[in-house]
């Protein structure tokens, strides 16, 4: 069973950088595309950026330009290092990969 351990998540000033970590577990890492989503309160989950198998990203146009995507295959890991933070990115963070949800880690960005 594939589980996925998001962390790195906290408060921040605006115009501020953090850097989410996501762990997977289980083997099959680098054959699957991750991505990551966030819920703001009251919202739906959106898709915020994927890395994909081949070595490509893509990006939600509200975040392209400060938030990079990337893995680590050898580490089992996927990154979004978000720079350049503004309080409407606050929300809770998923990582997704293989069908298999995190649990979600905190991105508070106070103005």
């Known amino acids: 069973q594939v589980q996925l351990v998001e962390s790195g998540g906290g408060l921040v000033q605006a115009g501020g950088s953090l850097r989410l970590s996501c762990v997977a577990s289980?083997?099959?890492?680098?054959?699957?595309?991750m991505a990551w989503y966030r819920q703001a309160p009251g919202k739906q989950r959106v898709w915020v950026a994927t890395?994909?198998?081949?070595?490509?990203?893509t990006y939600a146009s509200s975040v392209r330009g400060r938030f990079t995507i990337s893995r680590d295959n050898a580490k089992n890991t996927v990154y979004l290092q978000m720079n350049s933070l503004k309080p409407e990115d606050t929300a809770v963070y998923y990582c997704?990969?293989?069908?298999?949800w995190g649990q979600g880690t905190q991105v508070t960005v106070s103005s």
């Open positions: 997704n990969g293989g069908m298999v």
């Open positions: 289980g083997s099959a890492f680098s054959a699957n595309a």
């Open positions: 890395s994909h198998a081949g070595g490509g990203t």
